[in-house]
């Protein structure tokens, strides 16, 4: 646009010169008006046509175009001119009248060549264009370098961290199982003991079972990053493994009803049965858990189509907030603390719950609302009949 300007200018300058010199012959010319430009003189009838100045570059292919072009009194054209020995040419050109006192004598037409300065800006575009380019993928390698350098001391802390889970569960182990092998030979002495005594063992074995299963948790994730878990996917029936579980927690919970809805058509999954209990028992021990006493307790399986096979476990307990259920899935999530210390957990059993259900194909999803109930629905691949 600035080239542009100047040549406008320019142009005009020497429009105007130009008359001056062909009405003052004897006027002298400044050196702006000695810049190469085209001048073609045109009679008032357009029969005369006399190059005062010229360009051998375009003199003749504009000369041929003149009868075609715009030809409005002190306007500023820009056109592209096709020559025949040197190609495409870009050209600013204006035509002004030409007086002799009042007796209009013709038009002169004031032609400036800029394809070099056009040439000259494309060049300088495309080389802005590559350096642009050079400096963005610079910058992009420069970038991932200094990320992957962040990102270093993080990734070494969390190896750290997942390693110290690993060892810490394993070294509790131990003396985890000498403290509840302990508690199991002093409740065999609690008739001796008096109902305070009895009420701090009954207590303690508790707190063991929790501290047990948070250790069988930790090491369950730890093997989950270490990809360590192996699973061996055969073949079963869904019904009589579905009924087995529910009759172990009929024995265990006996304050609330438990019930099992499914059709009495078998139907076979290929998964591990022993991953698929452990993740019924997480789902069965949280409905207790959060179910008051005398509560209900559904188990439900049903065919969903002929790919997937959906099992629930509903329950009519507290429920959960809305604003909580995208997160319960998340590890060390507890929906409230004060509820939580008052229920127990850790906030790990239904994050292994997902990584189980996503291993084996499946999803795993939640429907609850607070005074409720929830109700959690996992799917998995069925064997075709």
Partial sequence: MILFDAARNEVLNISKSEISSQLEPNRKRTPSEKSYYLSIFVSKNKKQIDVLKEDPLITSSFINKMSKLNADENK?????????????KHIIYMCSPLYDRDQKLGYLWVVKDL????????????????????????????ANHLSKRAIEPIKRNYEKQREFVSNASHELRAPLSVFTTSLEVLEQEMDNCSSFTKQIILDLKDEGRQMNQLVDHLLTLAKTDQGKIKLHHVDFSLKEFIQSILEQYQRKEHERFFHLDMVDEPMLVMTDPSYLKQILYILLDNACKYTEHQGQILLKAWARNEKDVAISVSDNGIGIPEADQPFIFDRFYRVEKGRSRKFGGSGLGLSIAKEFILDQNGTIEVKSKPGEGSTFIITLPILPS
């Fill in 76 to 88: 500023l054209y820009f056109i592209e001119l096709q020559t025949k020995s040197h190609g495409k």
């Fill in 115 to 142: 394809s070099y300065f056009h040439e000259q800006l494309e060049k300088w575009f495309f080389l802005l264009f590559i350096v642009s380019a050079l400096s963005s993928f610079a910058s992009f390698l420069l």
